[in-house]
């Protein structure tokens, strides 16, 4: 086995937050544990398999799988400390071939990752403890980007940062989306249906052409990648016959290696904008109008609201903000207001292309926004390269560029820590984030009922939201002091609330931690659960022995169906 686990990033800002997200866990042993219904013997001939095909430096156990586990975990959920029996980190798709070949043999689940960096829904831990990790961080190439046509194809190592790193450093005409953290995988996020925040911010929209590994070792590519010669893999969408690129997202039915994305063309100019309001109520005016905006094409990219509360985790703890007890009252979020130069609601958007082009949508939304806003504050920032040349991203000011003019950062890593009061207190969330119609009404009345919900248990309502045409994704960041056993149990409290009361208005979550996959895919309940028998009776035929990611997003290989119970503390 490897003696020594090696840098998971070559960006020094990555690795050092690597290491200290997982170098304080709750638990400091590491508790050995086999695959389910798997024979100790088997477990050790298979790993002494998987050793000689990879090399002992692919392979860790004990107190390695340190970096394996939940570091955000709650052990109050009632469910049982998701372990890894071990971990693979494949660098090529022969490796990962070698390795399901033996999985197969002895019928030995394995639960796969790009980075491992989905923190606040499980990070790297597997669902079903005693599945082997299958980390693919070491399968980190840039294929090929092209800059004519806008796209790139990428491994599942390779991450926001080395993306935008390499369209940099080689003068690429393009923008790379990049989510709110650039240490995370481009595939893995984009597979779990993640969001940047420009115009090809939607990332799982552009995929075009992916690489799929069964579970029998079968290779599948997708659209126009599946013919051996095609001109067009991945400058389309289209396909012959049934699409099948969404069987593989949030998906355990295959294992992704190659994806073809969309990149955003270099623009001319960039029109940085914000909206803010004085008044809480005022959230229904922003959706409705804003969600107007965004129907009918005068704002055809994402839109992005914070709350205030949230925007103040980047510039202090809550023990800064507010020295009582409980949650910030309001009047002292009306002062914050002007401290922080925002309102108690935030929009900010971008605006991309030809200067005359962006002016002419800015003039339009103003119109509106005097029409409609009159108590909003709408404020905006142009930059524009010289004589029509393209403008270089680096040349915006961070607080108006960074995230939404593609480029990685850790901007938002401090949240965290935002209810740290003591020297060795160590920062975690989780989230609660549901699809919402676009409707002021309906969005307003849940941010009243999750602002409630929070301050139950003495937090901080602490949200964001990103607008589409029609539905938003309302995101209840849930921060805690992991070392804190109070607010790791009001946290859980909070969440099963939010989840309870989201439910029952007709919410689902658009994502879900590993504790809670079933939870959701129980809400699909039409027709007996037709959704979820359909998508079973795939994984029966495409991974008969159940050997990838078992239970994941509430989807069980019938071998293993014991285990869902038992997995949800029942």
């Not at 086995?1 to 304080?24: C, G, L, N």
């Not at 099948?244 to 990149?263: A, E, H, P």
């Not at 992005?304 to 020295?323: Q, R």
């Not at 895919?521 to 795939?538: K, P, Q, W």
Request: glycine share 8%; proline share 6%; charged share 20%.
């Amino acid at each position: 086995m490897a003696t020594k686990v090696q840098p998971r990033y070559a960006d020094p800002v990555y690795q050092t937050a690597h290491d200290e997200t997982f170098s304080k866990p709750l638990f400091d042993t590491i508790e050995t544990i086999l695959p389910p219904d798997v024979r100790p013997e088997d477990f050790a001939t298979a790993l002494e398999q998987i050793v000689r095909e990879l090399g002992s430096d692919a392979v860790f156990t004990g107190s390695d799988l340190k970096h394996y586990v939940d570091p955000y975990e709650i052990p109050e959920s009632g469910h049982k400390r998701s372990v890894p029996s071990a971990a693979i980190c494949p660098s090529s798709v022969p490796e990962i071939q070698a390795v399901l070949k033996i999985v197969n043999e002895y019928k030995i689940p394995v639960w796969t990752f790009s980075r491992g960096k989905n923190l606040g829904y499980g990070g790297p831990a597997p669902g079903v403890p005693g599945c082997i990790a299958l980390d693919l961080h070491r399968m980190n190439k840039i294929l090929e980007v092209n800059d004519k046509f806008g796209y790139a194809v990428v491994e599942p190592g390779v991450t926001f940062g080395d993306l935008y790193e390499h369209c940099a450093k080689n003068k690429l005409k393009v923008w790379p989306s990049t989510a709110s953290l650039g240490w995370g995988s481009v595939i893995g996020n984009t597979l779990d249906r993640g969001l940047g925040f420009i115009p090809t911010g939607v990332h799982h929209e552009n995929i075009a052409g992916m690489e799929v590994l069964l579970a029998n070792g079968d290779v599948v590519r997708t659209g126009q990648f599946a013919m051996s010669n095609s001109a067009t893999a991945h400058v389309t969408k289209l396909t012959f016959g049934p699409t099948i690129d969404g069987l593989f997202l949030q998906s355990n039915l295959g294992i992704v290696t190659k994806m073809g994305i969309n990149l955003t063309p270099q623009p001319q100019a960039y029109m940085a904008v914000s909206f803010d309001v004085p008044e809480f109520d005022h959230i229904e005016m922003i959706v409705d109008v804003f969600g107007e905006l965004r129907r009918n094409g005068t704002l055809p990219f994402m839109i992005y609201v914070f709350y205030i509360a949230e925007w103040a985790t980047m510039f202090g703890k809550h023990s800064d903000w507010w020295k009582g007890e409980g949650p910030i009252p309001d009047w002292r979020l009306k002062e914050m207001q002007d401290e922080l130069e925002t309102g108690i609601w935030a929009v900010k958007f971008g605006l991309y292309g030809p200067t005359n082009v962006i002016q002419a949508q800015f003039d339009e939304v103003q119109k509106v926004i005097n029409q409609k806003c009159p108590t909003g504050r709408l404020r905006q920032t142009l930059f524009a390269a010289e004589d029509g040349n393209l403008l270089d991203a680096a040349s915006v000011p961070p607080l108006y560029g960074g995230v939404r003019v593609g480029i990685p950062s850790m901007w938002n890593i401090p949240m965290v820590n935002y209810y740290n009061r003591r020297d060795d207190s160590v920062g975690a969330h989780g989230a609660y984030s549901p699809i919402v119609p676009l409707d002021g009404k309906t969005v307003l009345e849940w941010a009243r009922t999750a602002k409630a919900i929070s301050a139950e248990q003495g937090f901080d309502f602490l949200c964001d939201f990103f607008m589409h045409e029609r539905y938003a994704i309302f995101v209840t960041m849930l921060c805690f002091d992991k070392t804190s056993s109070e607010q790791r149990a009001g946290v859980d409290r909070v969440f099963h609330r939010l989840f309870e009361e989201g439910s029952k208005r007709g919410f689902a979550k658009y994502r879900a931690h590993i504790n809670h996959m079933d939870l959701n895919a129980d809400l699909f309940d039409f027709n007996n659960h037709a959704y979820r028998r359909f998508v079973e009776t795939l994984k029966a035929s495409l991974d008969p022995n159940g050997i990838l990611s078992p239970g994941k997003m509430g989807i069980w290989p019938e071998r293993l169906k014991h285990l869902r119970k038992q997995q949800n503390g029942a």
